[in-house]
């Protein structure tokens, strides 16, 4: 039995998504105080955490 190739249809599907509403934070460890920006507080190296939080009640933590 051949192999049959077709054209692949296409289609343009367009919607507007919301961004969402997020406020970031810099945190010594997933749970600890806010880290600082300023020389004397954040140290080269430090380990932190990057933590946003959004209007949708959903966290993200890296």
């Known amino acids: 039995m051949p192999l049959v190739?077709?054209?692949?249809?296409t289609e343009v599907v367009e919607r507007?998504?919301?961004l969402p509403d997020?406020?970031?934070?810099l945190r010594d460890g997933v749970n600890g105080p806010s880290v600082q920006y300023a020389e004397?507080?954040?140290q080269v190296g430090q380990?932190?955490?990057h933590r946003?939080?959004?209007e949708?009640?959903?966290n993200?933590?890296?």
């Open 40 to 42: 004397e507080m954040l």
């Open 60 to 62: 993200f933590k890296h």
């Open 56 to 58: 949708d009640g959903k």
């Open 52 to 54: 946003w939080i959004c």
């Open 16 to 18: 507007k998504l919301k």
């Open 22 to 25: 997020c406020l970031y934070q």
């Open 47 to 49: 380990r932190v955490t």
């Open 5 to 9: 190739l077709r054209r692949l249809r």
